[in-house]
């Protein structure tokens, strides 16, 4: 479905959610205080985001819904993700060619609990484009963490869920350093894992160094620029990563829905201004 771009006429457009067979307009969307996605953060979640109007590798994104959601045993059966997406879509089409590109958040809870079938909502929402140019032009200020992942006998590292509070902690370690600086989070062996809101390699003698895919979600824009890496024969490999690598690091990249393809840098680093791989790596993106 293609987007326009935006059209004074269609400001006043309502934004409509979806929760489980409803349509409403997003700020009326609401889950019980009884949810156990509330009391106890059993939330499956999926962001994505267009380009040009399109969604970006929009099956892929479903596909790893579906896991997390089988994972965390909520009950899909019978819904038919890809209908209700073009559906919320056709009915958005005014709001959406005023907003240009935008985001695009899926959400499923276990409600009360099994065996009742899973709550379901999907919504969308305005990217922040002069936020997202002001990151890959000047980079993201980025302070290592003493926060750990928890380990995968928690739960897999492979599904996207909402319980973040060490995302949380992590982020809030770096503010207190710089203000809007994201943190990162280590393994349990001290190396690096990644950030909040995106996936973390670094470029070391040319070739980009990323921690083990088993060690952290599977980021779907990494997947994308890993493949046209290995097309125009850019080196890429996976091994741990201690944080002093990162001082010397040629680049530090990081991979996410929202921004795309970006550049970390410490909190007490200046701004390069010149990241030639990041550039690079943006042409994988539409």
Not at 62 to 81: K, P, T, Y
Not at 167 to 180: F, S
Not at 232 to 243: A, G, M, S, T
Request: glycine letters at 6%.
């Amino acid at each position: 479905m293609a987007v326009n771009k935006p059209d004074s006429d269609a400001l006043s457009a309502t934004n409509l959610g979806y929760l489980n067979g409803q349509w409403r307009a997003a700020e009326q969307l609401q889950v019980s205080i009884a949810d156990l996605g509330f009391v106890q953060a059993v939330t499956a979640v999926e962001r994505l985001r267009s380009y040009a109007g399109q969604l970006f590798e929009r099956q892929t994104h479903l596909e790893r819904f579906r896991q997390s959601a089988a994972v965390l045993q909520l009950n899909l059966a019978g819904i038919d993700l890809d209908r209700l997406l073009d559906e919320l879509l056709q009915r958005n089409a005014a709001w959406l060619a005023a907003a240009g590109e935008f985001g695009l958040t899926l959400f499923a809870t276990p409600g009360s609990g099994p065996p009742s079938p899973a709550n379901l909502g999907m919504v969308c929402s305005r990217l922040d484009l002069p936020q997202i140019r002001q990151r890959q032009q000047f980079g993201q200020p980025i302070v290592v963490s003493d926060v750990q992942q928890p380990p995968p006998q928690c739960w897999p590292r492979q599904i996207k869920v909402r319980c973040r509070l060490h995302y949380y902690l992590a982020d809030r370690a770096a503010a207190a350093y710089c203000p809007g600086a994201l943190g990162v989070l280590l393994d349990q062996d001290g190396t690096l894992t990644e950030t909040s809101v995106a996936n973390l390699a670094i470029v070391r003698d040319g070739a980009i160094v990323s921690p083990p895919p088993e060690r952290v979600l599977p980021g779907i824009t990494q997947r994308v620029v890993e493949a046209y890496a290995r097309r125009e024969q850019i080196p890429w490999r996976h091994e741990p990563l201690p944080p002093e690598c990162l001082r010397d690091a040629e680049e530090i990249l990081l991979f996410g829905t929202t921004t795309g393809v970006w550049n970390g840098r410490l909190v007490d680093a200046p701004v390069a201004g010149h990241w030639p791989m990041s550039a690079e790596l943006r042409k994988a993106l539409p």
